[in-house]
T-cell receptor
């Protein structure tokens, strides 16, 4: 069975400092991994995806994530936080190449950015 | 940029009533999904729909739930007889390929 664990429920950073949101996954198959972001009262926006190509994945708004199979991790990073990055972030796993694949969400990490 | 839309944004209903949540997926997408998020909990998969039939559903998606694609553009979720525990944010998603899903803004369902 597939699952994801987001290791921090809340991360606080100062504007201009690096962001690290941690995610570990469990999958019996070759996983597809995603990060989604949810701003207050908004829908879920796809930040980036890993689907067995390059292990370092670049997404929107300066975010990137590295797939590490040996560590079963897919941590999300950004070199310099911006106030607008404050939101809920979800690490998500899916099984590759199945019709109508369900996405399995982590519990989410709330990112706070202070000035 | 094309996006998934959902109506209404907020639905209040009484326990036992039927509700229909509506979604317009991105036009060239072939796979459609419903998820829900109970306040303070994880986003949970409900159902996926492809080629005019359900391709996968979770334990949550019992006989009280149904989905339909009544025309070429809409995708609906019906809850036959709502319960208090159905109160949640319901998200529709669509994808061109099976796994890269794009979500709508959600419908907040409140059952009183």
């Amino acid at each position: 069975a597939q699952s994801v664990t987001q290791l921090d429920s809340h991360v606080s950073v100062s504007e201009g400092t690096p962001v690290l949101l941690r995610c570990n996954y469990s999958s019996s198959y070759s996983p597809s991994l995603f990060w989604y972001v949810q701003h207050p009262n908004k829908g879920l926006q796809l930040l980036l995806k890993y689907t067995s190509a390059a292990t370092l994945v670049k997404g929107i708004n300066g975010f990137e994530a590295e797939f590490k199979k040996s560590e079963t991790s897919f941590h999300l990073t950004k070199p310099s936080a911006h106030m607008s990055d404050a939101a809920e972030y979800f690490c998500v796993v899916s099984v590759l190449n199945q019709a109508g694949t369900a996405l399995i969400f982590g519990k989410g990490t709330t990112l706070s950015v202070s000035s | 940029e094309p996006e998934v839309t959902q109506t209404p944004s907020h639905q209040v209903t009484q326990m036992g009533q039927e509700v229909i949540l509506r979604c317009v997926p991105i036009s060239n997408h072939l796979y459609f999904y419903w998820y829900r998020q109970i306040l303070g909990q994880k986003v949970e998969f409900l159902v996926s729909f492809y080629n005019n039939e359900i391709s996968e559903k979770s334990e949550i998606f019992d006989d009280q739930f149904s989905v339909e694609r009544p025309d070429g553009s809409n995708f609906t979720l019906k809850i036959r007889s709502t319960k208090l525990e159905d109160s949640a944010m319901y998200f529709c998603a669509s994808s061109e390929r099976p796994y890269e899903q794009y979500f709508g803004p959600g419908t907040r369902l409140t059952v009183t």
